[in-house]
């Protein structure tokens, strides 16, 4: 029940969410006083929703940076979490915008970082249907030549809370010590990182796939931008996701 109240608060929230039903209120309301308000109500948070540089500030602000690994030092598993792939309705997979935390994790195995490397994901719709991240994964995987014996797949959870608990269970029944390092997005790492440790695991932050940008602020930033909108959602449900595991006590 859980898992499906996140998604349905989650998209309630949404930038964009709100700002329709406020406009619609101006568009339907007869009260020319409350239409008005609506009205500039709605426009003043589409704008400050859709301000680049005001996402970009809070993305630098909100997310966890890779921690500096100790030079030479060669780590037991580097945990991947699953959100990096999607499929069409044939069950073919394939690499979503956060391909980059597959990536990392591929190249802590290669260069010698980590010695094994654990897929944490299966599918989290709210309907899954046969595809499983994890699985698909570990073909990509042996596609690149990572061999059998360092590949890890944890493919049931739904969820980060799941991710953390599924493969606590594979690396103690593997014998793998930590430190783990846990490659995420990094405006997912505050939440992983926090249910992760409150389950117990020693993981050090690996954070990749970075939505803030690193360039210098320009004029162009304060202009209406459709894809900040977009960004916005993910930092809503990350606050969401982090605001409810506090509140529980799970991170």
């Not at 249910?195 to 004029?219: E, L, N, R, W």
Request: aromatic share 12%; net charge positive; with cysteine.
């Amino acid at each position: 029940m859980f898992f499906i109240l996140s998604k349905v608060l989650a998209f309630l929230l949404y930038p964009l969410s709100y700002v329709f039903v406020i406009l619609l209120i101006a568009v339907f309301s007869k009260n020319a006083k409350t239409k008005r308000r609506c009205l500039l109500y709605g426009v003043g948070l589409l704008y400050i929703f859709s301000n680049s540089f005001l996402q970009d500030q809070f993305a630098k602000a909100w997310d966890v940076p890779a921690a500096k690994l100790v030079n030479g030092k060669v780590y037991s598993t580097a945990i991947v979490l699953g959100g990096f792939a999607s499929y069409d309705g044939k069950g073919n997979g394939m690499f979503s915008d956060a391909a980059d935390r597959f990536i990392q994790g591929v190249l802590l195995q290669k260069t010698g970082r980590a010695k094994h490397i654990v897929i944490t994901g299966g599918n989290g719709n709210l309907n899954p249907d046969s595809f499983r991240e994890g699985s698909w994964a570990k073909i990509q995987l042996k596609n690149m030549q990572v061999p059998d014996s360092c590949i890890l797949i944890e493919n049931n959870s739904r969820n980060t809370l799941e991710n953390a608990t599924l493969t606590k269970a594979l690396l103690k029944k593997q014998g793998l010590q930590g430190p783990y390092l846990l490659v995420t997005s990094a405006f997912h790492m505050r939440r992983s990182l926090g249910i992760f440790k409150k389950a117990g695991m020693d993981v050090i932050p690996y954070s990749c796939a970075y939505i803030a940008g690193t360039k210098d602020p320009s004029f162009w930033d304060i202009t209406p931008n459709a894809g900040a909108l977009a960004k916005w959602n993910t930092y809503i449900k990350e606050v969401i996701g982090v605001t409810v595991n506090m509140i529980l006590g799970r991170g």
